[in-house]
Structure formats: structure tokens, C-alpha cells
């Protein structure tokens, strides 16, 4: 049996009439009665009482017309399915993410993407920036908001998204929580709440370098592996912390941000993926990325 048997079937067994049936279809009536004739010929049995009037299916007709209805549909609605997925507009789309990227683009990003393309599920993850490369690499992550740029990247690739200052975070009855601004080298010798220097890259690593810079040793004395709870042991006045500037426009309880003076220390959100993937929604999310970083960077 042809898809082109099943549809000129179905035509003739809606109309009961070969000749509404072939106007239809927009063809002539001879050779669609020979179509029917090959089916039934193919499946060694007469499908419609062609000598009634009007005419008639006959029981394996009826049957035939049931299956033949949904044949079709089911070969509509994969042609339709296939044609969304070639597109990017169903699917899943695994994204992993810093957690100080929700600060920032990523929010905008994220809410720009549902309205284009409902149908597509997106699984978001937070994780550091070293797990979201290996993420890629396993082909666990699809797309990852990393802060710093990965380095070794090899079959990766990656884009900058917006590059913002740090400030200092610092309870709010500490004696720097009184200052507009600060220079960096402040943090010498002061509690420090950073997230792991290993493994690289890792925003603690730029942090330091830049306290170096400035002849600045922090004592590290407590490693996070989120934001958010560094923020938490902050306001509890366990120690300073450095976070973006886009953090800082959140308020919080128990928590001053306070300017560091230049040079200020900076941090780079990226977008990583792999290289060479074909994938519509991949392209779709990272075309939203860049609109949504040159909107931001405005």
C-alpha cells in the first residue's frame, strides 16, 4: 500500500461517488477508480460494492477506512512533529547555570525563549562553572551560563554575555558597611567566604589575583558552593564576600554591598555549548543570548 492508495481510498469511501470523490482529490475519475482497483487488488479483497446504489463498503471496507483515517493522521501529525523539532520549536533543552547569572541576563533570557518557543521543556541546573564544562563534555548539559570563561575549552565554544563589577558584600554591622566605597586591599587579613579555588576555572581564583595585585591576603575561612549561602553567612557575620554588581541591586537582610574603588576587580558571564552540535533550539537559545546581552549592555 502507497500513502496515495489510503487518501484516494478515504475520498471515495467519505463520497460514496467517484466522480465527487476524483473533483476532490483534483484529478479525473478513470484513473483514480484504477488507484482503488490496485488496492484492492494488493490487499486481495473488494473494499467497495462498486454495483449498489448508492454505493457501498463493504465489512472489510469499513474496516479498511477506520485504519486508513488513522494512518494519515498519524503520518500528519509525525510529519508536523518532525518538521517543529527541525525547527527548535519542541524538544528538551538541557541548561546549566552559574547562580549569579539569575541576577542577570539569564532571567531575560530564559523568559524571552518560553514565550518563542513554549513547546520546547527547558531543564535548568545550577551548578560551578568547572562542572558545567564537564557537563558539555559528557553531553549531560546542552548549553551552560558559566562565570569565568572556561579555559582549555577544547571541543567547546563560548561567548561573553555581559562583563560586570564586583563589590563587597559585608555585614551590615561591620565597620565597612559605613563606607560608600572601598578599595580592595581592605580585605587583608579579613574572614573571607569565597567558593572553591579547585577546580579551575573558578571566580575565587580571580578574586585573589586581584587582592594580590593590591599586596590583599584574605583568610579564607569558610567555601560555598552557592551564592546564596554565602549571602546567608554574611548577614550572620561570619565574613565578607565578593559578588557581582548585579547581585548587589537585590537588597537583603543583614546584608551591605559597598563599591570597591578602582581597579575594581571584574567578572565575565559567558555562554558555553558544544561545537558542531545540529541543534535548532541550541541555536535558537543562543540567538535570544545575544539579544538579550546587547539589551542588557544598554
Request: hydrophobic share 45%; with cysteine; proline share 6%.
Amino acid at each position: 500500500m502507497k500513502f496515495r492508495h489510503l487518501r484516494y481510498f478515504v475520498a471515495v469511501a467519505e463520497e460514496l461517488n467517484f466522480t465527487r470523490a476524483a473533483e476532490r482529490l483534483n484529478m479525473a475519475q478513470p484513473p483514480l477508480s484504477q488507484q482503488i482497483k490496485q488496492l484492492e487488488d494488493d490487499l486481495g479483497t473488494i473494499l467497495i460494492e462498486r454495483a449498489s446504489r448508492p454505493m457501498r463498503l463493504t465489512r472489510a471496507g469499513a474496516v479498511m477506512l477506520g485504519h486508513a483515517r488513522q494512518i494519515l493522521d498519524m503520518s500528519t501529525a509525525a510529519k508536523a512533529d518532525v518538521m517543529r523539532i527541525g525547527k527548535g520549536q519542541t524538544g528538551l533543552l538541557n541548561v546549566a547555570f552559574v547562580g549569579s547569572a539569575l541576577y542577570s541576563v539569564l532571567p531575560g533570557i530564559l523568559s524571552h525563549f518560553r514565550r518563542e518557543y513554549p513547546r520546547v521543556d527547558v531543564s535548568l541546573n545550577e551548578m560551578l562553572a568547572p562542572d558545567i564544562a564537564s557537563g558539555l563534555e559528557d553531553r549531560k548539559v546542552d548549553v551552560g551560563i558559566v562565570r569565568p570563561a572556561l579555559v582549555d575549552v577544547g571541543e567547546l565554544e563560548q561567548r561573553p554575555l555581559v562583563e560586570e563589577q564586583m563589590v563587597l558584600a559585608v555585614p551590615d554591622h561591620h565597620p565597612l558597611a559605613r563606607k560608600d566605597c572601598v578599595s580592595l586591599a581592605c580585605v587583608h587579613c579579613e574572614p573571607l567566604i569565597l567558593y572553591p579555588i579547585h577546580p579551575k576555572p573558578s571566580l575565587t581564583e580571580e578574586v585573589l589575583k586581584s587582592c594580590k595585585a593590591l599586596g590583599a591576603e584574605p583568610d579564607i575561612i569558610q567555601e560555598v558552593l552557592h551564592l546564596q549561602t554565602a549571602l546567608i553567612l554574611v548577614a550572620q557575620g561570619v565574613g565578607l564576600t565578593l559578588v557581582v554588581q548585579s547581585v548587589a541591586r537585590q537588597p537583603r537582610t543583614g546584608v551591605v554591598f559597598v563599591s570597591i574603588a578602582d581597579p575594581a576587580p571584574t567578572s565575565v558571564l559567558s555562554v558555553a555549548w558544544r561545537k558542531g552540535v545540529a541543534s535548532p533550539s541550541l541555536d535558537n537559545f543562543l540567538r535570544i543570548c545575544d539579544e538579550r546581552s546587547r539589551r542588557y549592555a544598554k
